[in-house]
C-alpha cells in the first residue's frame, strides 16, 4: 500500500507554504520542514522526505535549500524552482538585514546576549527532535535496524563528543555507511 501525496496548487502554493516555513525556522527551518511537507501538505510521504532528504544532504549547500529547489522543480520545473526557493529566502532575508540594523547598537546589552544564547538552545532541541522524528523511516532500511542504530550512535559519538570536523565525519562514518547500504541493497536485490 503507497500513501498518498498531494501536489502543491501552484507556484504561487510553493511561494507562500516556503515563506510561511521559513517564517517558522528562526535558527534554521530543518526542525520544521518534515512537519510542514509530510504532516500538514503531504506532498511528501515520510519514505519519500526521508530520501530526498538524504539526497539534499549529500549535495553542496544548505539542505532545506537543496530540498526546496528539488520540490519546486519536480512539480513545476525551473519556475517552480525559482518560486519556492524565493518563498525561502526572501522574507528571512529581509528580517535579517532589519535585526542586524537593530543589533548593531544593542549588542552590548546583557539581555540580548540571554536572549541569543535561548535561541540557540530552543532551536537545538527542535533539530534533535526533528531527528527523532526521522528514525520512524529507518523500518525498512536494507542495513536493518541495528546497523542504523550502531551507525546513528558513532555519527553521534564522531561529531557531538570527539568533536571531529564535519567532513571528516562524514568520510569517516557516512561513506563507509553508504558503501554496505550500497552492497546491502544489492545483495536484496539479487535475493529477491
Known amino acids: 500500500m503507497t500513501e498518498e501525496v498531494n501536489r502543491p496548487l501552484s507556484c504561487w502554493d510553493l511561494f507562500v507554504t516556503f515563506t510561511l516555513m521559513a517564517l517558522q525556522g528562526f535558527g534554521g527551518v530543518q ?8 504532516d500538514q501538505k503531504k506532498w511528501l510521504t515520510p519514505k519519500g522526505f526521508l ?10 549547500g544548505p539542505h532545506v ?16 524552482a525559482v ?22 547598537g544593542m549588542h552590548d546589552l546583557p539581555a540580548i546576549r540571554s536572549m541569543l ?3 540557540g538552545c530552543v ?14 523511516g529507518l523500518k525498512g532500511n536494507p542495513m536493518g ?6 551507525l546513528l550512535t558513532i555519527g553521534f559519538l564522531v561529531v557531538a563528543v570527539w568533536r571531529i570536523p564535519l567532513a571528516l565525519a562524514w ?22
Open 171 to 192: 568520510l569517516m562514518v557516512g561513506v563507509p555507511s553508504g558503501v554496505w547500504a550500497w552492497r546491502c541493497m544489492v545483495r536484496r536485490q539479487g535475493v529477491a
Open 123 to 136: 532551536v537545538s532541541g527542535m533539530i534533535m527532535g526533528n531527528a527523532l522524528r526521522l528514525l520512524s
Open 83 to 104: 518560486c519556492a526557493i524565493a518563498g525561502l529566502m526572501l522574507a528571512p532575508c529581509t528580517l535579517v538585514l532589519c535585526f542586524a540594523a537593530l543589533y548593531q
Open 31 to 38: 526542525a520544521v520542514v518534515q512537519r510542514i511537507l509530510v
Open 65 to 80: 535549500v537543496n530540498l526546496t529547489l528539488m520540490l519546486g522543480d519536480r512539480y513545476f520545473g525551473g519556475k517552480g
Open 51 to 60: 530520501e530526498d532528504w538524504s539526497v539534499a544532504q549529500t549535495l553542496p
Open 117 to 119: 544564547h535561548a535561541m
Open 145 to 150: 535496524l541495528p546497523i542504523c542504530y550502531a
